[in-house]
């Protein structure tokens, strides 16, 4: 039996949970249904079958919270194969089966989307098991979740009902299905035979290239070229951006899946959820005796069904079938039927080229993270927070000044040809043009206030000389 790969993807657009969820902060990276992370839940449930350390294929952009948030629960180094930008599936998974046969094996792989809900792990380590030998034979598996009701959200997948021939349950596919309206999803339920499509899939690497090959060679032609220009930075495989640019975008289900001969799906109860809208996360989170879900600090009187996600005091007062969801920067409020129309709002955000579309008020980056707590004419105080022994880049502001207040920890400053140490109650100043780097020598959490002044602060007014993020 070949050893188990599993392929965590980490893509996402950050749109159907917002403003929770953003572009540059999507749901995988969130603890919205346990203590765990999305991200972190996934290789938990799977790391008892893995045989090698996980793939994850991942956004430029979110490279150091995915090496961050799965060394934080001790995973082992995982190889993170950078999309210089999204190309659906099919890619995404022909670069992590090219990373998994780089050193000549060829691993089972096992690939499941990084923001999933599975209840329990335990059924779906032992559907993972049941399947492996039909994958070993060269079967390309799906698992299909076995619906409790007529749901339009999913694409659906039929089986052939009267054929087992990979056995231990593993069935041929007779077609994948798009996604139903209420009396089609009705008459699948009442057939049975049709499963929900999870995404989910188990195949050796050799046999998905093999298939993909087949049906769409411009996309392993593609693939190919920017895995095999890919400048490789620690555990980071960067594809090569020119290459991955020309290389068409499909999903794996419209390249390979709904052609081969090969797909078979075996049937699992899993307790399976893809959190796809508020009304989803309210579904799978613990409810009142009124059918209330809430998280954080909320009061809910005479209110029934509905969902409160909270950062403030947040109260409910004779509502029902609502969500409402606080953050620091932006506040939902939708009919529990309507959620899925939050993209419209992500939308309109980005037409208006809006911050709230993509980015928190707090910002992560790989050295920490500040947040624009304040903001006037030709001002912005933000909090910054520093790692233990991260530094920024040495830069320079072409429009602003900036003065510095540390209230906790110490902090290492660089201002031209000055080096020096600033402690708690301190404080320095940087002029426009000024080279200048902020360092945390220390073992805890470095902390300061940065007051930015000038005629434009935005973002983009950074020229760097020096960053050991690869940033210059």
Same mark, same amino acid.
């Given at each position: 039996?070949?050893?188990?790969?599993?392929?965590?993807?980490?893509?996402?657009?950050?749109?159907?949970?917002?403003?929770?969820?953003?572009?540059?902060?999507?749901?995988?990276?969130?603890?919205?249904?346990?203590?765990?992370?999305?991200? @972190?839940?996934?290789?938990?449930?799977?790391?008892?079958?893995?045989?090698?350390?996980?793939?994850?294929?991942?956004?430029?952009?979110?490279?150091?919270?995915?090496?961050?948030?799965?060394?934080?629960?001790?995973?082992?180094?995982?190889?993170?194969?950078?999309?210089?930008?999204?190309?659906?599936?099919?890619?995404?998974?022909?670069?992590?089966?090219?990373?998994?046969?780089?050193?000549?094996?060829?691993?089972?792989?096992?690939?499941?989307?990084?923001?999933?809900?599975?209840?329990?792990?335990?059924?779906?380590?032992?559907?993972?098991?049941?399947?492996?030998?039909?994958?070993?034979?060269?079967?390309?598996?799906?698992?299909?979740?076995?619906?409790?009701?007529?749901?339009?959200?999913?694409?659906?997948?039929?089986?052939?009902?009267?054929?087992?021939?990979?056995?231990?349950?593993?069935?041929?596919?007779?077609?994948?299905?798009? %996604?139903?309206?209420?009396?089609?999803?009705?008459?699948?339920?009442?057939?049975?035979?049709?499963?929900?499509?999870?995404?989910?899939?188990?195949?050796?690497?050799?046999?998905?290239?093999?298939?993909?090959?087949?049906?769409?060679?411009?996309?392993?032609?593609?693939?190919?070229?920017?895995?095999?220009?890919?400048?490789?930075?620690?555990?980071?495989?960067?594809?090569?951006?020119?290459?991955?640019?020309?290389?068409?975008?499909?999903?794996?289900?419209?390249?390979?899946?709904?052609?081969?001969?090969?797909?078979?799906?075996?049937?699992?109860?899993?307790?399976?959820?893809?959190?796809?809208?508020?009304?989803?996360?309210?579904?799978?989170?613990?409810?009142?005796?009124?059918?209330?879900?809430?998280?954080?600090?909320?009061?809910?009187?005479?209110?029934?069904?509905?969902?409160?996600?909270?950062?403030?005091?947040?109260?409910?007062?004779?509502?029902?079938?609502?969500?409402?969801?606080?953050?620091?920067?932006?506040?939902?409020?939708?009919?529990?039927?309507?959620? @899925? @129309?939050? %993209?419209?709002?992500?939308?309109?955000?980005?037409?208006?080229?809006?911050?709230?579309?993509?980015?928190?008020?707090?910002?992560?980056?790989?050295?920490?993270?500040?947040?624009?707590?304040?903001?006037?004419?030709?001002?912005?105080?933000?909090?910054?927070?520093? %790692?233990?022994?991260?530094?920024?880049?040495?830069?320079?502001?072409?429009?602003?000044?900036?003065?510095?207040?540390?209230?906790?920890?110490?902090?290492?400053?660089?201002?031209?040809?000055?080096?020096?140490?600033?402690?708690?109650?301190?404080?320095?100043?940087?002029?426009?043009?000024?080279?200048?780097?902020?360092?945390?020598?220390?073992?805890?959490?470095?902390?300061?206030?940065?007051?930015?002044?000038?005629?434009?602060?935005?973002?983009?007014?950074?020229?760097?000389?020096?960053? @050991?993020?690869?940033?210059?």
């Amino acid at each position: 039996m070949s050893k188990l790969q599993p392929v965590l993807l980490s893509g996402g657009s950050g749109t159907r949970l917002w403003p929770l969820s953003r572009e540059a902060y999507p749901k995988q990276f969130l603890a919205l249904a346990g203590e765990d992370t999305m991200l @972190q839940a996934t290789w938990r449930r799977v790391a008892a079958l893995a045989d090698m350390a996980p793939i994850v294929v991942a956004g430029e952009d979110h490279r150091f919270l995915v090496a961050e948030q799965l060394r934080q629960i001790d995973a082992p180094t995982p190889a993170i194969v950078l999309e210089p930008l999204g190309r659906n599936t099919a890619p995404a998974i022909a670069a992590a089966a090219m990373q998994a046969m780089r050193d000549g094996e060829d691993p089972l792989l096992l690939v499941l989307p990084s923001d999933h809900v599975v209840r329990d792990e335990t059924a779906f380590r032992a559907a993972v098991s049941q399947a492996m030998p039909a994958a070993q034979a060269g079967a390309l598996v799906t698992f299909g979740i076995v619906p409790d009701a007529p749901e339009t959200g999913f694409g659906y997948i039929e089986a052939d009902k009267d054929s087992i021939d990979h056995g231990d349950g593993v069935r041929p596919v007779l077609r994948f299905v798009e %996604k139903p309206d209420a009396a089609t999803a009705q008459a699948y339920v009442d057939a049975g035979g049709y499963y929900w499509n999870s995404g989910m899939f188990l195949f050796l690497a050799s046999r998905y290239l093999e298939e993909l090959q087949r049906f769409r060679p411009d996309i392993v032609t593609g693939v190919r070229a920017a895995f095999d220009a890919a400048q490789r930075d620690g555990d980071f495989i960067r594809l090569d951006k020119d290459a991955f640019v020309a290389c068409p975008s499909d999903s794996i289900d419209y390249a390979v899946m709904e052609k081969t001969g090969m797909a078979s799906v075996l049937p699992v109860d899993i307790g399976w959820n893809d959190v796809g809208s508020w009304s989803a996360l309210w579904d799978v989170s613990e409810q009142d005796a009124d059918g209330n879900a809430h998280h954080g600090d909320v009061i809910s009187i005479d209110s029934r069904n509905s969902y409160a996600y909270s950062r403030r005091l947040v109260a409910l007062v004779g509502v029902d079938d609502l969500i409402v969801v606080e953050t620091d920067d932006a506040v939902l409020v939708a009919h529990k039927d309507k959620v @899925q @129309q939050v %993209k419209d709002v992500v939308a309109r955000l980005k037409a208006e080229r809006r911050s709230q579309a993509a980015l928190h008020r707090e910002v992560h980056r790989p050295w920490g993270s500040y947040d624009s707590i304040d903001i006037g004419d030709g001002f912005q105080v933000k909090r910054i927070k520093v %790692k233990p022994g991260a530094r920024l880049s040495l830069q320079s502001h072409t429009q602003r000044a900036e003065h510095w207040i540390v209230v906790r920890g110490n902090a290492r400053v660089t201002r031209d040809n000055d080096v020096f140490e600033l402690h708690a109650n301190q404080s320095t100043y940087i002029p426009i043009g000024a080279k200048h780097r902020l360092e945390n020598p220390g073992n805890v959490m470095l902390e300061l206030i940065e007051v930015q002044s000038g005629d434009y602060l935005g973002e983009d007014d950074i020229v760097r000389y020096d960053d @050991q993020y690869g940033r210059v």
